[in-house]
């Protein structure tokens, strides 16, 4: 229990932190990704999707956005729509030129079953 208490008030800290940099920058999806993550780390799953999805619709070629997306959805129990974001995720890094991404997310779909 300790290590949770010492680790909240740096946890409130990024969560402050990349909020002041949605506020700042509300048209880069940098912000936005940068808190969806956090929020998956936290296990704060439909808030991270609605972080993500707006991250996305700022880049929807951003592929690291894509798959934390699905991530998020999966922890959420949306796995239909997981599958839908890993397709769009996985066309995307290829394109980008990123097999090792592909292969990635390949695993993670298997993992959805």
Do not use: W
């Not at 932190?17 to 780390?41: A, C, N, T, W």
């Amino acid at each position: 229990m300790p290590k949770k208490e010492t680790e909240s008030p740096m946890s409130d800290e990024r969560e402050q932190r990349y909020l002041s940099m949605i506020s700042q920058f509300p048209d880069s999806p940098l912000g936005y990704f940068s808190l969806g993550r956090y929020l998956i780390e936290q296990a704060r799953f439909e808030e991270a999707v609605e972080r993500l999805r707006r991250c996305t619709e700022l880049d929807p070629t951003y592929a690291a956005a894509l798959v934390s997306l699905g991530d998020a959805l999966a922890g959420a129990g949306k796995s239909t729509d997981a599958r839908q974001v890993f397709a769009k995720a996985r066309e995307a890094a290829l394109a980008q030129n990123h097999p090792s991404l592909a292969e990635e997310i390949d695993e993670r779909v298997e993992e959805l079953g």
